[in-house]
């Protein structure tokens, strides 16, 4: 569809752009949550100028949840063994994160995706985020076995 169309457009701007239009395809992806713009931002991470690699890694972070700052072999490996795995995994591992952003982003996009909450809350001792956490787990783990619904 035109949609798809104008995605892998944007995708190719990242691998092939100038500098603007990069950064430009850069936030795009990120924003839209494009995990088949994973690789090429990861191609990224290594180079100049800066900004446009600190934007990449940013991106990164905003899709996966993980955040393993410019190592490229750490993110190509994360990639290849979760490739197949729903993004809605990713963002209940993300918020087990020790980085404050990751497990707000991680919480806000999960509950306005699912509706679910289970008392989470980002900024709580890791304690009681831990047991949420495992709510989360358990309602992942009914979700999978159920199959009534196919999560992103």
Do not use: C, H
């Not at 850069?26 to 900004?51: F, H, M, N, Q, Y």
């Amino acid at each position: 569809d035109a949609f798809d169309k104008v995605l892998a457009q944007v995708r190719d701007l990242v691998r092939r752009g100038d500098p603007f239009e990069k950064a430009r395809a850069i936030a795009a992806v990120g924003d839209l949550r494009d995990r088949e713009a994973l690789s090429a931002l990861v191609d990224l991470l290594g180079t100049r100028p800066k900004d446009l690699a600190e934007k990449a890694r940013t991106a990164l972070v905003d899709i996966t949840k993980q955040d393993f700052g410019t190592a490229e072999r750490r993110w190509r490996a994360w990639i290849a063994d979760n490739e197949k795995t729903p993004r809605t995994r990713w963002l209940i591992e993300g918020l087990a994160a020790k980085d404050d952003d990751i497990r707000r982003s991680a919480q806000n996009e999960l509950n306005r995706m699912t509706g679910q909450f289970f008392g989470y809350r980002w900024d709580a001792p890791r304690t009681d985020r831990e047991l949420s956490l495992a709510q989360w787990q358990d309602w992942w783990a009914t979700q999978q076995k159920d199959g009534q619904r196919r999560w992103p």
